[in-house]
């Protein structure tokens, strides 16, 4: 066989042909026999093609090959985060594989990236074979040795925990929550200074649960009942929630608080909105309090996931220079279905904008100009100020573009798109995702990939009436269509990551389906970057064309909330 990897050879087009193969498995026995044949150019000139040789079934048939694919796994030469992450998959049993992908790791993340890819690596461990795997111990080492990683991960560690159900003495513990139970456990015990801090945010959280329970639980109808007697028990309780390491970031500090301040906000699940002084003089300067959302029965998980793959897309981008302004608030999980959100501060919704301008019983025609007019006012008529304003709109706007349109995000409507006082734009509530919609009498309202309505063209062309025909439209479209591809040269990545959080249970995130959705809206399929380029540049023009669906969508849930 030629194994010549020369440009145009047949050898050369069948391997990068088969790199994009996402399951070895149903690969024919010609395809795997070829890449173990292949195995020292793939080694020398393609190793981030690991995951697809690893996966092979041929080599795991014979002794002979496992023992030459160990001595080739002990002298494998660099190896990417993606690729290594990938290796972590249930897909890779063999623990010499596994280990081989987190020496890797441990070599690549630095702590910030750590804290990064936290929550797909907790996960990683249930596909492990034993409690003291390399990957528990890593993750044990890492949060040890950097007390922000050790914070996250012990509040991730008891989430996890709190989803095992089980009667205490009539069953036998899941192994997974034994297995949990002795990371956390192994932690707590190197990490006694910090152990007393970490047992006050612990009994802040099951106050604030109590008090939740609580406030549910009362027959008055109106909010104002409901707060005021929050607000009588925090007064009681004060000082059991105050002068205290934020839960929410360890680097935060909580003051006082601010009793006045603190709510029960009207959604469904009747959540509580804290606020506290900031302690620290100079942060002090610009974030005066802390506002924190503690809502109980809501699970908070696949918001988390969904923020943090879009960090990871912000990563991303940015390793090319791409900034696109995101603001990917911080959500904690912490037991079942209790948790935190950080509230983003100085913005509105784009509803609350709407309403502000009387606009609601006219939705279906809400004026284009409507966001440009709020934008420019909140610039003190100041026109330097409105353009760096709109720049940041223009970018946020593009990357939350790609983002919602990638992970499938649904039930877009103005209360959950926010606008903040210096432009960036953001969405908040990932309850529905991977093209998962909200149906009314059948009916599917969202009808396109993503938002993008003339209010925001609008306010991208810097209100030129003719938005579509401006430079500032197309220099819009250009960064869309940069952005995607970006994480389209990444979709392995992508896909193989969410099938790796398969074991979360999410509704929405259950079964091998439910990823291919990713295969869709990544064109995976499109293996030549021009393909790839022209079929996202579609979707977006079609995208951009359909502003009336939108609108419609829009204007029933105006009609739901007056």
């Not at 998959?89 to 992908?101: E, F, L, M, S």
Request: aromatic share 10%; glycine share 4%.
């Amino acid at each position: 066989m030629n194994t010549s990897l020369v440009d145009g050879s047949d050898t050369l087009e069948r391997l990068l042909s088969l790199r994009q193969q996402l399951d070895s498995s149903k690969l024919s026995d010609d395809d795997q026999q070829f890449l173990w044949k292949m195995r020292y150019k793939i080694q020398s000139n393609f190793p981030q093609m690991l995951p697809v040789l690893a996966d092979c079934p041929y080599i795991w048939k014979e002794r002979e090959t496992i023992c030459e694919f160990y001595s080739l796994l002990a002298n494998w030469p660099e190896l990417n985060v993606d690729s290594a992450m990938e290796l972590l998959d249930g897909r890779y049993p063999d623990c010499v594989v596994r280990a081989t992908a987190v020496n890797k790791l441990d070599e690549k993340l630095g702590d910030d990236q750590m804290q990064l890819y936290l929550l797909p690596l907790i996960q990683a461990i249930k596909y492990e074979s034993f409690s003291a795997s390399p990957l528990a111990l890593l993750l044990v080492k890492r949060a040890l040795l950097n007390y922000h990683i050790g914070h996250t991960l012990f509040w991730l560690l008891r989430a996890e925990l709190a989803q095992f159900t089980y009667e205490v003495n009539t069953q036998r513990m899941p192994q997974m929550y034994v297995r949990y139970a002795l990371m956390l456990e192994a932690y707590c015990r190197g990490n006694s200074v910090h152990l007393e801090s970490m047992l006050k945010q612990v009994e802040m959280v099951n106050t604030l649960t109590a008090l939740s329970a609580m406030v549910k639980s009362m027959s008055a109808k109106d909010s104002a009942t409901k707060v005021k007697k929050l607000q009588q028990e925090l007064k009681l309780l004060k000082e059991s929630l105050q002068h205290m390491q934020s839960p929410m970031n360890s680097t935060d500090r909580l003051g006082e608080l601010i009793i006045d301040e603190c709510r029960v906000l009207s959604s469904a699940k009747m959540p509580l909105k804290l606020t506290w002084n900031n302690p620290e003089p100079l942060s002090r300067l610009t974030i005066p309090t802390h506002q924190i959302m503690f809502k109980n029965g809501d699970d908070l998980r696949q918001d988390m996931l969904t923020l943090q793959v879009m960090r990871i897309m912000d990563t991303k981008w940015k390793n090319h220079n791409l900034d696109y302004c995101m603001t990917l608030y911080e959500v904690l999980p912490m037991g079942r279905s209790i948790g935190m959100i950080h509230v983003v501060q100085n913005c509105q919704t784009i509803f609350q904008i709407q309403m502000a301008a009387k606009q609601v019983s006219s939705a279906l025609n809400m004026d284009n100009t409507l966001l440009n007019r709020y934008i420019y006012q909140k610039c003190s008529n100041d026109s330097k100020q409105y353009m760096e304003c709109v720049d940041r709109f223009a970018y946020s706007l593009a990357g939350y573009s790609i983002a919602t349109y990638v992970l499938g995000i649904k039930d877009r409507h103005q209360d959950n798109i926010m606008l903040t006082k210096d432009g960036r734009i953001f969405h908040i509530d990932f309850g529905h995702i991977l093209g998962h919609t909200k149906r009314k009498l059948g009916i599917n309202r969202e009808r396109t990939d993503f938002i993008l309505t003339d209010h925001f063209l609008y306010v991208v062309s810097r209100g030129k009436p003719n938005f579509r025909e401006t430079h500032e439209y197309n220099s819009f479209r250009e960064a869309c269509i940069k952005g995607f591809m970006v994480i389209y040269h990444h979709a392995r990545f992508f896909i193989a990551l969410f099938q790796m959080m398969l074991c979360m249970g999410l509704p929405e995130l259950s079964k091998p389906e439910d990823v291919h959705f990713l295969h869709t809206s990544l064109i995976y399929e499109k293996t030549k970057r021009e393909d790839a380029k022209s079929a996202f540049t579609k979707i977006f023009d079609d995208v951009a064309k359909s502003d009336w669906s939108t609108n419609i969508n829009w204007f029933f849930h105006s009609v739901k909330h007056l």
